[in-house]
């Protein structure tokens, strides 16, 4: 998946499908969540606080799924 149809899929996007996604990274790319939501969002905590609900905005969100895609590109 390209950076450009990341952004565009991610539209209808919400928190449940985000964490989806980011579990998916996460066991694909073995990186752990801490360092995940540091490299992310600069919050070592973003991955726990989703999987306990937290809502987040949509730049949080770009953000997120840019980094998803920045990893893939690199794989």
């Not at 990274?25 to 969540?33: F, N, V, Y």
């Not at 609900?53 to 953000?63: H, I, N, Y």
């Amino acid at each position: 998946m390209t950076i450009a149809s990341t952004l565009f899929t991610f539209g209808g996007m919400n928190e449940e499908r985000l964490l989806r996604a980011i579990e998916r990274h996460l066991r694909a790319s073995g990186e752990t969540p801490s360092a995940f939501g540091l490299r992310a969002v600069k919050d070592s905590h973003i991955v726990f606080d989703l999987r306990d609900g937290r809502e987040v905005r949509r730049a949080v969100l770009t953000r997120i799924m840019l980094a998803i895609a920045e990893t893939q590109r690199a794989a």
